[in-house]
């Protein structure tokens, strides 16, 4: 399985960004697919996941702004309210039935005050 990520660039406190992850490849060993997020000099963090029965999981941090959906191929982060502390690299995962983690490629979002 292979993941390309698009979307991201720059908006201000309080505007809106979507963030999107193709997956490719045997896309049948797909389980959870999601978003992490890692700012600056700090640790790689969930942002959203949705496995492939449709339950979501949310940081506590975007609870309310971030909304993730997805299909057999695709998964949406949609960002609304963004923060300056949202700014970060995201990165698009996949966990597969097997267990593999498979990671996409970062894309920077950044929020200016």
């Known amino acids: 399985v292979q993941l390309q990520a698009s979307g991201g660039g720059v908006v201000q406190d309080g505007g809106f960004l979507s963030l999107s992850c193709a997956a490719s490849g045997d896309i049948a060993t797909i389980n959870v697919m999601g978003w992490y997020r890692q700012a600056p000099e700090q640790r790689r963090e969930l942002v959203a996941l949705a496995t492939t029965g449709g339950r979501t999981t949310y940081a506590d941090s975007v609870k309310g702004r971030f909304t993730i959906s997805r299909d057999n191929t695709k998964v949406v982060l949609r960002m609304n309210d963004l923060r300056p502390e949202d700014t970060a690299v995201y990165y698009c995962?996949?966990?597969?039935?097997?267990?593999?983690?498979?990671w996409g490629q970062g894309t920077l979002v950044t929020v200016s005050s």
């Open positions: 995962h996949t966990q597969l039935w097997s267990g593999t983690v498979v």
